[in-house]
């Protein structure tokens, strides 16, 4: 039987499930972890109450929880799920004390520090500069970016929109892709490709530019295809997926100054597993010009620890 004044909440939603646990009061390690699909509840405070129904409703008086959409008021409106909710209505409806929401790859950022190095798995380069900052990136259903800055003994985390930059293409197969996207949006970002529906939307846009029917409609389905190579379009968008990505990193790598490495996590990149590493992804990171040799260096970590932004919201309440 939990006390009522040892039990927090945390919690990491994205576009497609919500993830929660339990911290005991002084420590630091979430508990009890759950994940939800975010379709079935309406709203956060839905989810919550289901959680702590199927934890036996422990008594929880302080929250915290990360939330894949920018943080600009009380209202929280997701960009890519249909959650829309007060954030004060709901501390009160849930009888909360406290209720925090941190971006959610800011509350990865907090956990890179806490991570074990059989969580990581690196992808080229050298060893990271210490007291240097460190970039942090990551497709799921949209594209998250954010980082750590040196302060003191300790970090400043980064809250940004940095999946919302405009792409910007590399090759001249990129170009038709985006002159074919341009026709269709008035802004292409990043995050436009490079996330689970970006990668149907690349298989999609390949496909009409060869002139081939569609026969695959989920990521999940090109992924396989395009590892496999029994799709050319799947395998070509899998391999764009990658490169663009690893030249958002080595943007984000040199905007940040981030010798002291570069961590990609997100859904996707860790189901890719060992085939990500030959991917184009580190090839296209480490070509910036005058720069390569800058970029060459730093190292590139995927995240392959269990819910490791829950550790990162953890750190919030300890705040």
Same mark, same amino acid.
């Given at each position: ?150 302060? #003191? ?113 997100? #859904? ?52």
């Amino acid at each position: 039987m939990m006390e009522r004044s040892l039990t927090r909440l945390v919690g990491d939603v994205g576009g497609t499930n919500a993830r929660f646990a339990l911290v005991p009061e002084g420590g630091s390690l979430p508990e009890r972890e759950r994940t939800l699909p975010c379709t079935d509840f309406p709203d956060l405070e839905a989810a919550v109450r289901h959680y702590l129904a199927l934890e036996g409703n422990p008594p929880v008086r302080a929250a915290a929880v990360a939330v894949a959409t920018p943080i600009t008021s009380d209202q929280i409106r997701f960009t890519n799920n249909h959650w829309a909710f007060s954030v004060d209505a709901t501390r009160q409806a849930l009888g909360l004390d406290r209720l925090v929401m941190v971006n959610d790859f800011t509350a990865l950022a907090l956990s890179l520090p806490l991570l074990r190095p059989d969580e990581l798995r690196q992808v080229g380069g050298s060893t990271g500069v210490p007291g240097r900052p460190i970039a942090l990136l990551g497709p799921g259903t949209g594209l998250g970016v954010s980082g750590l800055i040196p302060h #003191g003994n300790g970090w400043i985390p980064l809250e940004g929109e940095g999946g919302h930059t405009a792409f910007s293409p590399t090759t001249p197969r990129e170009a038709r892709v985006l002159e074919t996207l341009w026709t269709r949006f008035d802004h292409v970002s990043t995050e436009r490709l490079v996330s689970g529906p970006g990668l149907v939307l690349l298989y999609e846009v390949l496909c009409g530019l060869d002139h081939v029917h569609l026969v695959l409609d989920t990521p999940h389905q090109i992924t396989e295809a395009g590892i496999a190579r029994s799709n050319p379009q799947a395998f070509e968008a899998l391999t764009m997926f990658c490169a663009i990505l690893g030249a958002a990193a080595a943007n984000l790598c040199l905007t940040l100054g981030a010798r002291g490495g570069v961590f990609v996590g997100g #859904g996707i990149v860790p189901r890719l597993g060992s085939w990500f590493d030959t991917s184009p992804f580190r090839a296209r990171f480490e070509t910036k010009g005058r720069f390569s040799d800058y970029v060459a260096a730093v190292p590139v970590f995927v995240i392959t620890g269990n819910n490791p932004a829950l550790r990162g919201v953890a750190q919030v309440l300890s705040g």
